[in-house]
């Protein structure tokens, strides 16, 4: 065999070689995909029967719905008729009821005025002592002196930048 022979037996040998590694890669990429596929085919079957199972619940809440709407409007009649017997027998009543009625509110209001002159006159004898000068309390012993930060901390004005000792301007 010649040389030329050789070189492109060993070149031969190479793309192979080449060809050999691409379809192992290839097959290991495959492989991937298929077990993806296989995946997302399981999350798809368990999507259907969540959506499945969110139907069966809003059917059974919308007959639930129903239910109590039925049962609301059974209510709301009943309540309806009540009143209107209720109402029949008010006017129904004899009328010494209602002046008695009459006659208790009259009294509780009666009431609600005097104690409102009671609280009105004692709003006002509070108001007269707040107005009267106080007694001088009695002395204190001496007090050890402030200390000058103190009074900045409790003045009226809000202080700036520019007032507080260090500050950047």
């Known amino acids: 065999m010649s040389i030329i022979a050789i070189g492109l037996n060993l070149m031969l040998a190479g793309l192979l ?3 050999l590694a691409m379809g192992w890669r290839l097959n290991k990429r495959l492989q991937a995909l298929r077990d ?16 499945e ?15 109590a709407t039925d049962a609301l409007g059974d209510r709301i009649q009943k309540g309806r008729e009540l009143a209107h017997k209720l109402e029949r027998l008010i006017e129904q009543a004899p009328a010494t009821p ?18 409102e002159r009671r609280l009105g006159a004692l709003l006002a004898a509070a108001r007269e002592a707040r ?15 402030k200390p ?12 700036t930048l520019t007032q507080v000792s260090g500050g950047r301007r």
């Open 98 to 115: 209602r002046r008695r009625a009459a006659e208790a509110e009259a009294e509780r209001e009666e009431d609600d005025r005097a104690q």
């Open 17 to 19: 070689a080449a060809a």
């Open 36 to 51: 993806s596929h296989d995946g997302f085919a399981t999350a798809v079957r368990e999507l259907n029967a969540a959506a």
């Open 131 to 145: 107005k009267r000068p106080e007694r001088a309390p009695a002395r204190e012993p001496a007090a050890r002196p």
């Open 53 to 67: 199972r969110a139907e069966q619940g809003l059917a059974d809440l919308r007959a639930a719905t129903d239910e």
């Open 148 to 159: 000058a930060y103190e009074d900045d901390l409790f003045d009226d004005e809000p202080l």
